[in-house]
Structure formats: structure tokens, C-alpha cells
């Protein structure tokens, strides 16, 4: 034993022993003598090498040791010695105790500081080892803590389930040893991650957590602003103190001709005149704050310095802060219908004071809401006196052309009311507030709103009082015209029949007595008294076509021509004509006066063929409550500035000597055929035929 371990076992005495001294292992246990290093290789032969142990020192305290033991060997191959050697590790000990320590209260630490970490947290190896789970991160996961640590991250969850974007950012990080962070959508997890990764020399530290949630509402704010910038509304958010724009839509920039940027930039006395000031928007803001919300017209400014009118809608907020939100749209369309509208109004207002027919206005209760002074002067007086259409019925004097009263829910204004249209007017004879008596066309119209309801109701009234006594006058006097027409007509007869007679007695006695000049007077006085009896019998038939017509009743046209043929049959056959018909209609009218009509028009067609043989067709055709016939012929035709003078009583376009006839036949068809309420016309070009059409009442079905 040397002096060395003499002083490190603080004895100094040779015959002193380590033996002699407690000795324990690194854990404290103490080690008998047997299993000393000494011992081990005295028994065994093998030596021992860089044994830790404790040696307690004569006053108590304790000294750590590396020790080896090696043997010496005799000639004999047998132990001679054993020698042991110790260096003394107690300060290399002590420095190793400290740090455990140290470490125990840093894991401690982290222990703690993992624990208050809210985040999923886990933390890896430079192998890719989980060293580290809280149990966020283990929820999250869908994985244990304690099959996570140690596991190897790429075999736990493998590439092909991994995002490439956390796979990327996590070898990213490892390899450049730069913090990144990153969000993306797992489908490993099902939900969106936010993550923040941190490497260190040996591994890597991630945070991440699952913002599904701030996602989803990053995606609805993100919708409701896209919806906002889609607004035809301009959309304002405004600090309510100073009135600074916060935020805008695009609408709003669009609209005032600014950028986002410029926008946020201004507040509202820049853009709005009716709200100049800051002092005027407090002002504004401390009323809005006690009402609430408000609704206002005024005119916003644009960058150009331009204005135009605007609608506002305008809200007091309170969220983590006070907001005032503005919600305003441009009006200048508005404005500009409301004042075309109004234009419109005063320019029907006056053209309905023009009109010389009175026009009322009512709403759909039937109240009178508008009137013309025509309509005073049809109704004898102040037409709102009367507020309703229930108030008319205490008029009793309303009476129908037929002499009837008239029912006041069938007057023009209670039918348009109920949504009929009135087209054709009704005419009615009145008893205005006056108490005079008129005849009126009343015409009523229904107005509809864009539902298709009835809104308004537009009547008229167009005095035809002067009219209908003319008219009363006018056929007065063409009845007094038809009876002398017919007196004069049937009293000629008599002293024309006189003459003929005594011309015809003066050819058959006198005409070998009379040279040939005189032959051809008498000749020619004899055809003038034949003309003349031809034309008092045409005249006397125009003059029969009211005072001696039957009544109306239903007629098959077909029969009528059946007839007309029979009593053409000998022209048709010297001229060699040919009529073609279709099934002809049934209608309504005097049977003879029919017959009349076509027999003059195929007698014409029959007449005025030309050189060829006639080619006449008949046709009929349905229009509403009306038949349109027509005759069409393949004649000379007639020239169409004489299409309305063909239809004069006694006028003709062709001489005796080309065609007979008295000209009476056109202007009897018209005069018929106006009986029946209908029209006659031609359609002509010389050379090219002829078509005669008149109209004439169909038969209804009570008739047939």
C-alpha cells in the first residue's frame, strides 16, 4: 500500500488494510469482503477492471474509488499476489450527483411545463422517436400515450396516410433546423390542423391543435364577405366617435370610386353632404345611440367629386365594442322612375282633361279617386259626391237602349271592378245630378298590379246625346225619303205604263206611215220608257229594304244559292258560266234580301266575264260571330279608284250599249247587307277578275 492510498483512506499505519474499511456499491449497498475486487481475483484468477465503489473513511465520511484488480502468477502458473490499484473518482462522483439532480429537477420542470401546455404537444428524437406525449396530443391522435412513446413516428403512422404537407414541413424542419408552421385538412384525422413545429439538435418539439372550428367560421366570414361584396348595397362599418370607415364592401368602393385602402382612409363627413362635419356626425350618432336605427335620404360624395342620392339604412352595434353600421343603395333610378312617373302622371293627367270623353279613375272598392271636367259635365255635376259604386244604385235613372233599367253591378265601373273587361261599349241613357237626361257609350277596363289583382278601374263615358237625336232625325228623315221614294216611284208606274202603251199603239198602227228617221225615235222613246220602268222597279225595291222586309230568321245559304242558280239558269247557259260553291254556312237574315244580294253579284259576275266563259266561285268563311262570303269571278275586273263609286245608287262604268242594267243592283246589296248589320267590299284590278265579300250574322245554335 503506497502513500497515495495511505492518505486517500487517511491511514497511516503499514499494518492498515482497506479491507479493514465498510465498503458499499454505486448503490449504496454494502459489499462484503469476499466480494471485493481483491477477493473476486484471488479466487478466480480474472482480473477486474473500473469497479465504482464507496470506502467509509475513520471519520465517517465516504470516498468513491475506481478499483481494478489484477493476479500475479508464480513459475507455477498459480496466484502469487493480487495487485489493486484505486483512483479516486469522489470529486468526478459528486459532479455526476449534481447533475442527476440537476436533471431530475429539469424533467421536473418540463414535467411541469408540458403539463400546463394546452396545446397537443408531443416531441420527437433526431430518429423519429416520440420521447415525449401529453394527452391532448394522444386524443387528437386516437393513440395511447403509452403506445406512442418510444414508437416510431413513420411506422405509427405511415407515409401514405400522412399529408405531404406535415410530412414536407416535419422533415423540412429536422433537416434546416428552422422553426415553420402550417394548416392543413388531415384526412388521417378528419379535421383541419394548425401545427408549429420547433427543432432542436436532438429532435423536434410540435404544437398543434384542431382550428375546425375557427376554420369553419374563417369560411363562413369569408362567404358572408364575398356575399357582402356581391350586395347591390353599399355596406359601411364606422367608428361611432370619430366616424372613421372600418370596413367597407366592394360595392361601397365601386359606388364612391375609391379603393379599399383609400376608403379606410376617409370618414363619413368626406363622403356624405348631409353630414359635413365630425361635430355633425356626434351630433347625429348621440341621437342614433337612443333610437337605435334610422332610415334617411341624403347624397354621398364620389372621389371624382361627382354626388348622387342614396337611401341609408343606419344602426347603432354593440359588440366587444360600439359599431355604427351603414347600410346605404344608390336611388338615382329610384328617383329617376318617381320622376318619369310623375311626368307620366301630370302628362295623363292632362291629356285626360284634353279628352273630350269623361274619364273616371276608381280604386278597387270602386271609390272615385280621379275625374276630368268632361266627366262633370256627362254627370250633371261634383262626381266625388258619389264615393262608391254601392251609392249609384240610389240613381234610378239608368235605362239600356232597349228602355230597360240597367242593373248598377252591370255598369262599366262594377264590372271592370271585378276584373271584366269592357271593350265594346254598352249604351246606357243617364240621369246626371242635374236630372237631365244623356246617352252615353260607357267603356270600362280593368288595371292589374304585377299579381294579376285588380287595382284600378278605368271607365268612360262619351255623351252621344246629339249624336243619337241626330240619328233619330237622320232616320226620321230617310223614312220620309223611303215613302216618298216609294210613292213617287209607285205613282210613276201609272203614267209610265200610259206611255208605253201609247207608244207601242203608235208602232203598231203608224210605223209603215213614218220614214225611217221617225222609226228610230219612236224606237228610241220606247227603250227610254222601258229604261225608265226598269229603274222605278229597282228604285222601288231600294226603297222596299226597310219598310217591307220580313224578319230575321236562320237561312241555309246553300238553299239561297240553289234558288239563285234556278233563276239564272237560262243566262248561265247562254254564256256557258260555271259556278262552284262550298258548304256554305248557316246564318241569319231576311231569306229574300239574301237571295237578292247573290243573285245581283252573279248576275254581275255572269255580265262582266269578258270574252271567255264565266268562272265564278263561292265561299264562305267563319270569323267570330260572322261569315265572310265571297264571289269570285274571272271577268273584265273593275279599276280600284271606282271601288267605292260602284256602290252609288244609278252609277255604272260601262255604257248601255256594252252592258245592261239600271246601276241600282251594287247599291241595293250594300243597302241589304247593311241591314244585316254587316259590311260589303270589292277587291279588283282590271283584267284580273273580281272578288265581292260582305259579312253576314252566323246563326247560333238556338236558331238552328
Not at 151 to 178: G, I, K, N, Y
Not at 268 to 297: H, K, M, N, Y
Not at 373 to 384: H, L, T
Not at 524 to 552: C, H
Amino acid at each position: 500500500m503506497n502513500g497515495r492510498i495511505k492518505e486517500f483512506l487517511d491511514a497511516y499505519d503499514d499494518s492498515y488494510s482497506p479491507s479493514d474499511r465498510e465498503v458499499y456499491d454505486e448503490n449504496g449497498d454494502q459489499v462484503p469482503i469476499e466480494e471485493h475486487p481483491f477477493s473476486r481475483t484471488l479466487e478466480t484468477g480474472e482480473p477486474v477492471y473500473d469497479e465504482i465503489l464507496q470506502i467509509e473513511l475513520p471519520g465517517g465520511d465516504r470516498r468513491w474509488l475506481s478499483v481494478n484488480a489484477a493476479p500475479i502468477v508464480d513459475e507455477n502458473g498459480g496466484i502469487d499476489r493480487v495487485v489493486t490499484t484505486g483512483e479516486d473518482v469522489t470529486d468526478l462522483k459528486e459532479r455526476e450527483r449534481e447533475l442527476r439532480v440537476h436533471r431530475d429537477t429539469l424533467e421536473a420542470e418540463l414535467e411541469e411545463v408540458y403539463g400546463r401546455v394546452t396545446d397537443a404537444f408531443y416531441a420527437l428524437d433526431d430518429q423519429w422517436r416520440f420521447t415525449y406525449v401529453n394527452e391532448r396530443a394522444a386524443e387528437l391522435l386516437g393513440v395511447t400515450e403509452e403506445e406512442l412513446l418510444g414508437a416510431d413516428l413513420w411506422e405509427t403512422f405511415p407515409e401514405s396516410t400522412t399529408a405531404d404537407e406535415v410530412r414536407e414541413s416535419l422533415r423540412a424542419a429536422m433537416e434546416d433546423q428552422e422553426a415553420t408552421t402550417f394548416e392543413v385538412f388531415s384526412e388521417l384525422l378528419g379535421f383541419w390542423i394548425e401545427a408549429r413545429i420547433y427543432p432542436s439538435e436532438t429532435g423536434l418539439s410540435v404544437y398543434f391543435n384542431d382550428i375546425t372550428e375557427r376554420k369553419e367560421r374563417e369560411r363562413e366570414l369569408e362567404l358572408f364577405r364575398t356575399l357582402l361584396d356581391h350586395s347591390n348595397d353599399s355596406v359601411f362599418v364606422i367608428d361611432p366617435d370619430t366616424g372613421a370607415f372600418l370596413d367597407s364592401n366592394d360595392t361601397a368602393c365601386r359606388s364612391l370610386g375609391y379603393s379599399r385602402a383609400e376608403l379606410l382612409q376617409l370618414s363619413v363627413p368626406d363622403i356624405d353632404t348631409e353630414l359635413p362635419t365630425r361635430e355633425a356626425w356626434q351630433s347625429f350618432v348621440a341621437d342614433l345611440r337612443t333610437e337605435g336605427e334610422t332610415t334617411f335620404e341624403g347624397t354621398h360624395r364620389r372621389k371624382d367629386g361627382t354626388t348622387f342620392p342614396v337611401e341609408i339604412d343606419i344602426s347603432h352595434v354593440e359588440l366587444d365594442r360600439e359599431y355604427v353600421l351603414a347600410i346605404s343603395r344608390d336611388v338615382t333610378e329610384r328617383r329617376e322612375r318617381k320622376r318619369a312617373m310623375e311626368e307620366r302622371k301630370r302628362e295623363l293627367r292632362t291629356l285626360i282633361e284634353l279628352l273630350p270623353v269623361a274619364v273616371f279613375v276608381a280604386d278597387d272598392d270602386g271609390r272615385i279617386l280621379e275625374w276630368n271636367e268632361a266627366a262633370e259635365a256627362v254627370w250633371g255635376g261634383e262626381v266625388a259626391e258619389s264615393e262608391a259604386i254601392a251609392e249609384y244604385d240610389r240613381y234610378d235613372g239608368w235605362w239600356a237602349d232597349t228602355g230597360e233599367p240597367v242593373d248598377p253591378d252591370e255598369w262599366a265601373l262594377a264590372r271592370a271592378v271585378r276584373g271584366e273587361e269592357v271593350p265594346d261599349p254598352d249604351e246606357i241613357e243617364i240621369e246626371g245630378f242635374d236630372g237631365e237626361r244623356r246617352t252615353v257609350l260607357n267603356h270600362g277596363m280593368p288595371i292589374r298590379d304585377e299579381d294579376g289583382e285588380v287595382s284600378r278601374a278605368v271607365v268612360t263615358l262619351v255623351d252621344i246625346s246629339e249624336r243619337k237625336e241626330y240619328q233619330r232625325q237622320l232616320e226620321k228623315t230617310n223614312e220620309r225619303l223611303e215613302r216618298f221614294a216609294y210613292a213617287a216611284s209607285h205613282d210613276l208606274q201609272e203614267p209610265l205604263r200610259m206611255v208605253s202603251s201609247y207608244l207601242q199603239m203608235i208602232e203598231h198602227r203608224y210605223s209603215d206611215d213614218l220614214d225611217e228617221e221617225g222609226r228610230e225615235f219612236l224606237e228610241f222613246a220606247v227603250d227610254g220608257a222601258e229604261r225608265m220602268r226598269e229603274m222605278i222597279d229597282g228604285l222601288l225595291e231600294y226603297s222596299r229594304v226597310q219598310t217591307q222586309a220580313n224578319p230575321f230568321e236562320p237561312v241555309e245559304l246553300d238553299d239561297v244559292l240553289t234558288d239563285v242558280r234556278e233563276d239564272l239558269q237560262v243566262k248561265i247557259e247562254e254564256h256557258d258560266a260555271a259556278i262552284v260553291a262550298e258548304d256554305l254556312p248557316h246564318i241569319e237574315g231576311d231569306p229574300s234580301q239574301i237571295r237578292q244580294v247573290l243573285q245581283n253579284l252573279l248576275d254581275n259576275a255572269i255580265e262582266y266575264s269578258g270574252e271567255g266563259p264565266p268562272r265564278i266561285r263561292v265561299t264562305a268563311e267563319r270569323d267570330g260571330a260572322e261569315c265572310v262570303v265571297a264571289v269570285r269571278d274571272n271577268g273584265i275586273g273593275i279599276d280600284p279608284d271606282e271601288a267605292d263609286r260602284i256602290f252609288d245608287v244609278f252609277e255604272r262604268l260601262h255604257s248601255r250599249d256594252e252592258h245592261s242594267g239600271t246601276g241600282i243592283g251594287l247599291a241595293l246589296c250594300e243597302r241589304v247587307v247593311e241591314r244585316h248589320g254587316g259590311e260589303i267590299w270589292v277587291e279588283s284590278e282590271p283584267g284580273d277578275g273580281t272578288t265581292f265579300s260582305f259579312t253576314l250574322p252566323v246563326a247560333t245554335d238556338r236558331d238552328t
